[in-house]
Structures are given as C-alpha cells and as structure tokens.
C-alpha cells in the first residue's frame, strides 16, 4: 500500500476497494474453512464415541443418557462458534464502512492488524473447543469402560457358562457332574467338564 500513489482522495479510494474485498474474501474463505474443519472433526468425535456404544451390550440406558449429552454439547459448542463467526463478521462490515469515509492507507493497516487479531483469536477459540470435546470424549471414554461387565476379566475375574446355551452360572446348585462349562478369561477360554460340585459356598475344583 505504502508504495502506491494517487492523486486524489477518491482515485486512492478506488485503489483500495479491490483490497478490502480481497481480504473480505479471504476472511470468508477462511471462516468457511475453519468452520467445515472443526465441523468434521467434532462429527468424527461423535462417531468414535458412538462406535464404540455399539460393542457395549449393557447398561444400554446409561450408554444413551452419554450419547444425548455429547450431542446436546456438541450442539451448544457448535452455536457457540458460528455466534462468535457472526459477530466477528459483523465488527468487520462496521470498520468496512468506515473504511470508506476515512483515509485508505491508515485505515487499512489498521483494518489489517484487527483481521490479524481476530484470527489468532478464532484459532485460540478453536483450540479450546477442541480441548472441551477431547476432555468431554476422555471422560466418556473412561465411563464406558467403567460400565463394561468385560473389564472385571482383567482383575483376575472369570464368567462361566453352560454349553452349549452359554447361560451364565452364579450358583453351584444349577449344574451337575459331568455337564459341560464354558470359562471366560481376560484373554481367552476354558472349556471343562464338571466332575462334582458343592453348595456351602466354598470353591471346589472342576
């Protein structure tokens, strides 16, 4: 700008309006990108979050309470970010106008330092939201394998079953010697043969 002449203020106000439009449109460009990036990436979130519901049988209503406050908070994040996109837009139509009832040259680099500004402060509102999500995503992560009735397994717990319709055992009195047992371990199975069994509470060997 600085290396450019004319020789009236309306001539320097017709060199300037392709600039200001440039920058709007880089700016809009910009925003568009922004907000179909942080879009897919909150989308794919809820996938994950999603996908990983349908490997859990049970508890399905606890599953689906999470599910509904993901999306609830997805919604309130992403009205949160175009709000802040529209009144970013807004302050920047403002200072447009006024762009043109003042000096060119003054008024663009000034206009230049609020663009510069505000998009520090759009990335820095992106980074938070994205921190929210991945904290939000963390904390429903842990809670779903909280919930999981496989992850005893890893504490040295087992589920035995009957074969062959896998109904699961909780009491010595449900089996006889010789049927049939399924053992599921954290990493693997057991298949045995029931060779007696006692009812006095105490563990007996199969």
């Not at 996109?85 to 663009?108: A, D």
């Not at 904390?139 to 394998?145: F, H, K, P």
């Not at 009735?149 to 087992?158: I, K, W």
């Not at 010789?178 to 599921?184: F, T, V, Y």
Request: glycine share 4%; aromatic share 4%; with cysteine.
């Amino acid at each position: 700008v600085s290396d450019l002449r004319a020789p009236t203020p309306s001539a320097a106000a017709e060199l300037v309006v392709p600039v200001k439009e440039e920058l709007m449109h880089r700016r809009n460009l910009l925003l568009k990108q922004l907000q179909a990036r942080f879009g897919q990436y909150l989308r794919n979130r809820l996938n994950i979050i999603r996908n990983l519901t349908k490997h859990l049988t049970n508890p399905r209503k606890r599953l689906d309470d999470l599910a509904l406050r993901l999306d609830d908070g997805l919604m309130r994040l992403t009205r949160s970010f175009k709000q802040s996109v529209l009144q970013n837009q807004q302050q920047l139509f403002w200072l447009s106008e006024r762009l043109k009832k003042s000096s060119p040259r003054h008024r663009i680099s000034t206009l230049r330092d609020f663009v510069s500004h505000r998009k520090e402060k759009l990335l820095q509102l992106m980074d938070t939201l994205i921190n929210i999500n991945r904290l939000t995503v963390k904390e429903s992560n842990g809670r779903l394998n909280a919930l999981n009735p496989l992850s005893v397994l890893d504490r040295g717990f087992s589920i035995t079953r009957t074969l062959p319709d896998k109904a699961i055992i909780t009491d010595a009195n449900t089996v006889s010697p010789g049927q049939l047992l399924e053992i599921l371990l954290a990493r693997g199975t057991l298949t045995c043969r029931v060779e007696k069994e006692k009812f006095d509470g105490k563990k007996d060997d199969i």
